[in-house]
Every structure is written in structure tokens, then in C-alpha cells.
């Protein structure tokens, strides 16, 4: 069972974070424009677990060479409940599609509905040893930058080479901070545009 391990810090801007990247080696793998629709029951189900259910579309702005040919295909995940504290930790699974339409009509059909759609533009940048630095901007709720690796020490000691250490690590994931802010809106759009 794969187990997601990342770190997310809010920042004020990407400049710096980018500059000390280049400094370290990272390779830069392009940015995406990424629609987010997460699904849940009428009965909130999968909230009441902690766990998510989502399709991802993404549209490439920016790629490298590599991967210029070949766009992602759309991805439903599925994300178990937060494990431990500190970093945030999950199951994951996910499942390639070839058609969102004809998932979410297959996940409409099995009794999920959509709750809430939402853009998000990321960068993303590897470097060795298996870490990835994901530069997230998100409507509404601003930048973010995302540290996923091997293991908790490699996330940690990234986040310190990253000058991000003493930053507060959110747990929670965009789709919760999303919904919080939309708490209480007397109408919203379930499609939140960058």
C-alpha cells in the first residue's frame, strides 16, 4: 500500500525557493494547470473518515523535453486518513482513466457526487534521492510549496536546505482549507478557477 509523505509550508512567493532549487541541483519538470474535482456521498462518508476521493485532469502550460509529448493522463486517487502527526501522511492509490467524463458518471452511478472542483497551478521540481518540490498557487488560499520524499528525514533535511524549516507545517489538505473558507458562503460556485 503506497504511503504519501510530504511536508506543506505556506510562503509569500516562489523566488527564493527557486533560486536555492537551482542551487541544490533540482531539475525543473515543467508546470501544469491541474482541476481537482474531489467526490464524496450525500452522507459525507468519506469526510467522516478523513479520507478523499478525487479526479485529477491536468493541462500542461510549461514542460520539459521529457515529458512535452506525452500529457498526463487524468488520475482518480483515492486518500486514506492522516497517519501519525507532524508530516502529513496517507494511503494512496490511484487509478489511471482515459475518459473524466465517463469517471465521474461511473463514480455518480456508484453514489459519489462531485463536491467541489478547484484549479491549481504547480511546478514541479526532482532531485536526487527521490525528493520532489511541488510550487502549488491556489485560488483563494495563495502559494504553497510541497516536499514529498523517500522518508521523513529526507523531507525534513529538504525543508531546512529549502530555508523552510521554521515554516508551520499544514497537515490539512486544499480541498479541507478550500471548504473551510467556503464554510458559511451563502452561494458558491463548485468550481473554484485560478
Not at 525557493?17 to 462518508?45: C, W
Not at 482518480?76 to 482515459?98: A, D, N, Y
Not at 452511478?109 to 534521492?129: D, H, I, M, T, Y
Request: glycine fraction near 8%.
Amino acid at each position: 500500500m503506497p504511503i504519501e509523505l510530504e511536508a506543506k509550508v505556506r510562503v509569500s512567493d516562489f523566488n527564493e525557493i527557486r533560486s536555492r532549487l537551482q542551487a541544490l541541483g533540482a531539475a525543473r519538470k515543467g508546470v501544469r494547470l491541474e482541476t481537482n474535482t474531489y467526490f464524496d456521498t450525500p452522507q459525507h462518508t468519506l469526510l467522516s473518515r478523513d479520507s478523499g476521493l478525487r479526479l485529477r485532469v491536468v493541462q500542461p502550460i510549461e514542460e520539459d523535453r521529457v515529458t512535452q509529448n506525452s500529457p498526463a493522463p487524468p488520475v482518480i486517487t483515492f486518500k486514506g486518513p492522516q497517519m501519525g502527526t507532524g508530516l502529513k501522511q496517507r494511503q494512496e492509490i490511484e487509478v489511471q482513466v482515459h475518459d473524466p467524463t465517463a469517471a465521474i458518471e461511473l463514480l455518480a452511478q456508484l453514489g459519489f457526487a462531485v463536491q467541489l472542483s478547484f484549479q491549481k497551478r504547480r511546478e514541479s521540481w526532482s532531485l536526487p534521492g527521490g525528493c520532489v518540490v511541488e510550487l502549488d498557487e491556489l485560488p483563494i488560499l495563495g502559494r504553497f510549496v510541497e516536499v514529498e520524499g523517500p522518508s521523513r528525514q529526507a523531507v525534513l533535511e529538504l525543508l531546512d536546505r529549502l530555508g523552510l524549516a521554521s515554516g508551520e507545517l499544514i497537515t490539512t489538505s486544499y480541498i479541507a482549507m478550500l471548504s473551510e473558507h467556503l464554510r458559511g458562503s451563502p452561494v458558491h460556485d463548485r468550481f473554484i478557477r485560478l
